[in-house]
């Protein structure tokens, strides 16, 4: 696989099967890889997906449309509640809801992509999300041990990409996408522009190229 390939949002999304993990980035929608999102919903028939995102979309939005095509076995979040069908489905026992604390989440994808075997927090320590974890006292202050998040797949947004694959992200747009570019096995990229190879300013890029293995012109507006 060539790093940093062109390829349409078909053609990248083929990556993904049945049962994997995928990483999704955005905040609500913005800097969500809605053309990404859009393939895997209407040109693959991958199911029994766990699905690692901020949230799980909007109601018929983003990952809500892939929820109600029933495709979503486990989501792994910091907010279920932006998405009331997903909230029906969690409480009807139709997906699996694991809930983490979004720094906890961030630091844990970011754990994935360092190599780090796991790591203390005082987040969630004492209550129902502690509950099957080893817990630490350090200095004094209960600890609760987390452990990587990684993926199959990531499916990331840029607003900016250039030929090679080096990423430029808009401001808040930013969010997850540069974290888990790098914990996944595959990483996917949509960005809003592509350029030749130079026009970024290498102090910019938020992801480098050699973590990217598909890259995607975005076909969407408003994905930030």
């Known amino acids: 696989m060539t790093v940093g390939r062109l390829a349409s949002a078909t053609q990248a999304v083929a990556c993904i099967r049945s049962g ?14 809605l053309g990404l999102i859009d393939a895997l919903v209407e040109k693959s028939d991958a199911s029994d997906l766990t699905i690692v995102s901020n949230n799980i979309g909007e109601p018929g939005r983003g ?14 979040s910091s907010y279920f509640t932006s998405n009331p069908d997903a909230v029906a489905a969690a ?33 969630g320590a004492g209550t129902l999300l502690a509950e099957g974890k080893e817990e630490r006292i350090i200095d004094g202050v209960p600890h609760v041990l987390e452990r990587p998040i990684r993926a199959d797949v990531a499916l990331v947004y840029a607003a900016r990409a250039d030929e090679l694959g080096n ?9 997850f996408n540069p974290l888990m570019a790098t914990a996944a096995t595959i990483t996917v990229a ?7 190879v130079g026009e970024l300013e290498p102090e910019s890029i938020g992801t480098q190229h050699l973590y990217v ?3 995607v012109a975005s076909t969407t507006k408003g994905a930030a």
Do not use: C, H, S
């Open 20 to 33: 994997d993990t995928v990483m999704v980035g955005g905040f609500g929608l913005v800097g969500a890889p």
């Open 63 to 76: 990952l809500g449309k892939l929820l109600r095509q029933g495709r979503i076995r486990r989501g792994i």
């Open 91 to 123: 409480n009807a026992g139709e997906i699996e809801a694991t809930l983490v604390p979004q720094g906890t989440f961030a630091e844990a994808i970011r754990a994935a992509g360092a190599g780090i075997a796991g790591f203390y927090t005082p987040v």
């Open 167 to 175: 990423l430029w992200y808009r401001r808040t747009a930013r969010n």
């Open 190 to 196: 949509e960005a809003g522009e592509i350029v030749p």
């Open 213 to 215: 293995d598909y890259l």
